[in-house]
T-cell receptor
Framework: DGGITQSPKYLFRKEGQNVTLSCEQN?????MYWYRQDPGQGLRLIYY???????QKGDIAEGYSVSREKKESFPLTVTSAQKNPTAFYLC????????????FGPGTRLTVL | SQQGEEDPQALSIQEGENATMNCSYK?????LQWYRQNSGRGLVHLIL?????REKHSGRLRVTLDTSKKSSSLLITASRAADTASYFC????????????????FGTGTQLKVEL
């Protein structure tokens, strides 16, 4: 089945630690995205990548980093510099501009203890 | 920044009734999309309407777009308990990204509850 997978589903981290969230897609999509969702809120864009080895900051990139070494993979690292990292993180992908729909993974819920 | 604002924030209706959600946005757009999110899950794309379209249908969904008022509405007809979810509008700006993809800006969502 084609789709997007995110792992883990739940993640706990101590303050001061970096943590990496995984996102993999087998849809052959060029573009991938990371969003953050807080309770009762909409999605806010953290980073996006339109092509391998290239990525751009979104609206709330501070305290986060990404890489795009393979078309299928777009991992997100939440660093200790992120002041309030507890949130629900969603990864998405999309095809070319004329295929504008974004496909979402199931999300990772990160809790900082 | 949040581009879209949905109204109402929460909506509770009986099964079989119609549900209408509204979305307002601030800047010019290339297209507007509606997504659905069940609690604690990822988002699922429902429908896309382009800036040169005024109305679009998909099954029990009807979307309208008024670019002069910078607003859109999503109508779900004959609602079912399974429609209970949060619904988000998302706008794609008129500045097209080179290469692939759309940069979407999401609203804050409408929480719909359909009761039996």
């Amino acid at each position: 089945d084609g789709g997007i997978t995110q792992s883990p589903k739940y993640l706990f981290r101590k303050e001061g630690q970096n943590v990496t969230l995984s996102c993999e897609q087998n849809l052959n999509h060029d573009a991938m995205y990371w969003y953050r969702q807080d309770p009762g809120q909409g999605l806010r864009l953290i980073y996006y990548s339109q092509i391998v080895n290239d990525f751009q900051k979104g609206d709330i990139a501070e305290g986060y980093s990404v890489s795009r070494e393979k078309k299928e993979s777009f991992p997100l690292t939440v660093t200790s510099a992120q002041k309030n990292p507890t949130a629900f993180y969603l990864c998405a992908s999309s095809g070319r501009m004329d295929q504008a729909e974004q496909f979402f993974g199931p999300g990772t819920r990160l809790t900082v203890l | 920044s949040q581009q879209g604002e949905e109204d109402p924030q929460a909506l509770s209706i009986q099964e079989g009734e119609n549900a209408t959600m509204n979305c307002s946005y601030k800047t010019s757009i290339n297209n507007l999309q509606w997504y659905r999110q069940n609690s604690g899950r990822g988002l699922v794309h429902l429908i896309l309407i382009r800036s040169n379209e005024r109305e679009k249908h998909s099954g029990r969904l009807r979307v309208t777009l008024d670019t002069s008022k910078k607003s859109s509405s999503l109508l779900i007809t004959a609602s079912r308990a399974a429609d209970t979810a949060s619904y988000f509008c998302a706008t794609a700006g008129s500045s097209i990204l080179t290469g692939g993809g759309n940069k979407l800006t999401f609203g804050t969502g409408t929480q719909l509850k359909v009761e039996l």
